[in-house]
């Protein structure tokens, strides 16, 4: 079991959103729900909590009614090693949702996330200064993240 897990909090959606990411991300699974009893406070029978895993990560998707929402204070970061894989997640998790840029995305639920290729902080925290700030200044010129643009920002091309 790990030690600290993500819990999201959903008005009604949980079944719907869980079942979402794991369309998204491979390895992902279902590993349990709890439904509401006689005690309610939901509906007899109706989605309390789901217990869910993306790329061997755990999460708690909740049904908790209106009272809290999401915020892009809180976002998840995902590492990506190819132009297809962010392409794919970018246009995947915006569906229905914002395109935020650079590399944010929110949701149809409200979740945000970052989708970044992992050599994004490679480029950016090259010694050579210079690199460095053509990086930053192509990667803040970009919604979804262009690996090979980055690239070529690095060279000063």
């Known amino acids: 079991m790990q030690k600290i897990t993500p819990f999201l909090w959903f008005d009604s959606q949980a079944e719907e959103a869980v079942n979402f990411y794991i369309s998204i991300f491979k390895n992902s699974k279902i ?33 908790g009614g209106p009272e809290f929402t999401f915020s892009p204070a809180i976002s998840f970061f995902v590492n990506c090693e190819t132009q297809e894989e962010i392409d794919e997640l970018w246009e995947k998790l915006s569906l229905d949702g914002e395109k935020q840029g650079p590399a944010w995305v929110k949701d149809r639920y409200g979740i945000s996330w970052q989708i970044v290729p992992t050599v994004l902080g490679e480029l950016l925290s090259d010694p050579d200064t210079e690199k460095s700030r053509r990086v930053m200044e192509a990667m803040l010129q970009m919604d979804k993240i262009d690996i090979e643009k980055l690239k070529q920002a690095h060279k000063g091309q």
């Open 31 to 63: 590993l349990s729900t709890v439904r509401y009893g006689e005690a309610g406070p939901g509906p007899k029978g109706a989605v309390m909590s789901m217990t869910f895993q993306l790329e061997g990560q755990e999460f708690i998707a909740l049904n």
